[in-house]
């Protein structure tokens, strides 16, 4: 089977890899891939992966059987839509599937509309009412740009004076026009996590459970980022509140094959929780696989990634079977000095593969290229995922913290506590 997948990032190259395992896997292209990617596929520059008709044309010309779309981007410009009409089959929803991570506000829209737990908010198209609105409801409050952000849209708001300044860099201009709609709701409390399904014809498959870490600085602290680690599964959540995040991804499944949100959607449906006292609520659902979170799910994944996105782009849920290791994993995220700010590129990397000579480890690549000289450089302010699996936790956590110290690139920063709820848990017991 000749596949093309879409994107460039750590969620890609794992993505890739675990494709690239499967025997019905003959060519594997990449577009545009990265540093990690072009050590066992075909990495394809020049194609814009948010035009359908190229990457139809690319498909075409290449005897592509499945396309699997990576990030949000072209799936909100509709590149499915694009390629099924054609006949191609393709991992990913329909853009209309889509809007439940390229809107905010439809996405709260639809959790109302299914009775689908999650914050109190409003949505705002003028600033000043969106200003008294933070007047009103006071602080802690969160101030969410309406559209796509790279994951940068989001601000936690600790004061009033802070959430007034987040709203007027959202209708300023500084997120573009995913700003020009404002979603202000209330602050939940409690543990993140993250619970992944594959959805097609109404039906969720859901993977393991992940814990994320967003903020830049150790005891989180510090601007949130894409993720500077992550963990799977996760001790801390009980069965009762598991059970509750499966209901949700369900129910909201069911309901994208369903009026009045009838959908396409084929594809990864991603459920950011979290687990207040009332149970577990969504902060966010997205269109596609989490990054990092897929960088320690598909390495527990034991059935072949081939097979399960094949019969989810042909909507047979009936042919998705999934089984999943016990081992642990953990990611660390290994970042260049500045990021989630400014940052330099072109500092040469050293000792992946002395990472990757580790039992147990595979280091998947973020931001990475190389240059004239063939040298592994930094490509981007996530630069490398450095993951570990092994029977234990501890384990886990200490084999990839062990490998991260055999990686060197100028301005390497990185979190030292990846996995400490967990930890925390283990000590108690």
Known sequence: MNILLLGSGGREHAIAWALAKSPKCEKLYVAPGNGGTASFAENVSGLNAEDGAAVLAFAREHAIDLVVIGPEAPLVAGVADVLREAGVAVFGPDAQGAQLEGSKTYSKEFMEANGIPTARYQS????????????????????????????????????????????????????????????????????ECSLLAFVTGGKAFCMA??????????????????????YSPVPIVTDEELAAMVNVMETSAAATAREPFEHDYRGVLYGGFMLTEEGPKVLEFNARFG??????????????????????ANGRPEDVELAWSDQWAVC??????????????????????????????????????????????????????????????????????????????????????????????????
């Open 332 to 429: 660390v995220v290994l970042a260049s000095e500045g990021y989630p700010g400014s940052y330099e590129k072109g500092k040469v990397i050293l000792g992946v593969d002395d990472a990757e000579e580790l039992e147990g480890v595979k280091v998947f690549h973020a931001g990475t290229a190389h240059n004239a000289d063939g040298e592994l450089i930094t490509n981007g302010g996530r630069v490398l995922n450095v993951v570990a699996l092994a029977d234990t936790f501890t384990e886990a956590r200490e084999l990839a913290y062990e490998a991260c110290d055999r990686i060197e690139f100028e301005g390497k920063q990185y979190r030292s506590d990846i996995g400490y709820r967990a930890a925390a848990v283990f000590e108690e017991r």
């Open 209 to 230: 459970t992940a814990q994320d870490h967003k903020r830049a600085f150790d005891g989180d602290c510090g601007p949130n980022t894409g993720g500077m680690g992550v």
């Open 124 to 191: 705002f198209t003028d600033e000043a009412a969106a200003l008294a609105y933070v007047d009103e409801l006071g602080a802690p409050i969160v101030v969410k740009a309406d559209g796509l952000a790279a994951g940068k849209g989001v601000v936690v708001a600790e004061t009033v004076e802070a959430a007034r300044d987040a709203v007027h860099d959202c209708f300023s201009g500084a997120f573009g026009a995913a700003g020009a709609t404002v979603v202000i709701e209330e602050c939940m409390v409690g543990p």
């Open 291 to 312: 990054d990092p979170e897929t960088q320690v799910v598909l390495p527990r994944l034991k059935s072949d990634l081939v097979d399960v996105m094949w019969a989810v």
